[in-house]
């Protein structure tokens, strides 16, 4: 929080707002609005949205943690992780507290921002009818996702009248939608507008993966989720590489390079940026645009900062 409020939000003062599954401690409170001058809410999250649903055959969702933790995939024994996906990907957005809100920020705990930010990525959404950003793509682990694809084809197949045209098919599949590249962008920073997430497209997509059980069944990730529902439902000009954004979280960091760190005073290391590492899905997606991203740093805006 003290990163992202030196390096940008200490300018523009957008909200933050808090949400959990517990109630905030009043140490935990005070301490986080001694950091910043601009509004804070704390909100609760309904335990209803949280928690696994009834409906969910637990000896199968123990097969299936017992099954990912032999295979040492990360939080492959985790319920609460799997709440965390399923909340992520279908419940956030209708939070009470977020509802006056349009564009989100997503921030999450052990992140770094490397860089100084010279304008308002709001204002860059709206002016170009941007409807997500984001900093790294990466291929997802595919014992995580087994029947991700094969659901999100028949979901396609039933529903072809919420595919977009020009979509972004080509960044998750090398065969023209047959199979999954496996490519996601991470999801632990976004920039979005959820008026796509409460779209009658997304919430039937949501409601239609959900009761598949596959968020317990196996590990689906809200960033899977989130980056194939982009990806397939809007055209792909409204995807957006905030390509001078530094930042880093656990080992992967994007770090701008060349002009795109003018005058940001970045701190991060270019040569260890994920860009064009084997790991990243950054090639993917600049093969299926007709050129470069460009950053417009005019205008203003006042939206959500979550």
Not at 172 to 184: E, F, I, Q, R, V
Not at 280 to 289: N, T, W
Request: net charge negative; hydrophobic share 35%; with cysteine.
């Amino acid at each position: 929080m003290q990163g992202v409020e030196s390096r940008f939000n200490h300018k523009y003062l957008y909200p933050w707002v808090f949400l959990n599954d517990e109630e905030f401690t009043n140490e935990f409170k005070g301490r986080v609005m001694l950091a910043t001058k601009a509004p804070v809410h704390f909100g609760l999250i309904p335990k209803d949205d949280w928690v696994q649903p009834e409906w969910i055959d637990e000896r199968k969702a123990q097969e299936s943690r017992t099954r990912l933790t032999s295979q040492n995939v990360i939080y492959g024994d985790s319920t609460s992780y799997r709440n965390m996906c399923r909340w992520n990907s279908g419940y956030f957005f209708h939070h009470p507290l977020l509802q006056q809100y349009k564009y989100y920020w997503r921030i999450e705990p052990d992140v770094k921002y490397f860089c100084d930010m010279s304008y308002d990525p709001f204002a860059l959404m709206v002016q170009n009818n941007y409807t997500y950003g984001f900093t790294i793509a990466l291929f997802e682990i595919p014992e995580t996702i087994t029947t991700l694809w094969e659901n999100t084809k028949e979901f396609m197949a039933k529903y072809p009248q919420y595919i977009a045209d020009d979509n972004a098919m080509e960044f998750l599949s090398n065969d023209g939608g047959k199979t999954y590249n496996l490519c996601h962008f991470w999801s632990n920073f976004e920039i979005a507008d959820m008026d796509f997430w409460r779209s009658e497209a997304y919430q039937k997509f949501f409601e239609f993966l959900d009761a598949k059980g596959g968020f317990y069944y196996e590990r689906w990730g809200d960033a899977p989720v989130h980056s194939i529902a982009m990806a397939i439902f809007q055209p792909k000009h409204k995807l957006h590489f905030f390509r001078d954004i530094g930042y880093q979280h656990a080992a992967y960091q994007h770090c701008p390079t060349g002009a795109e760190s003018q005058g940001n005073h970045c701190s991060c290391h270019r040569w260890n940026t994920i860009d064009y590492k084997k790991q990243s899905c950054i090639p993917q997606y600049e093969a299926m645009l007709p050129g470069p991203n460009t950053i417009s740093n005019q205008g203003n805006g006042l939206f959500d900062w979550t």
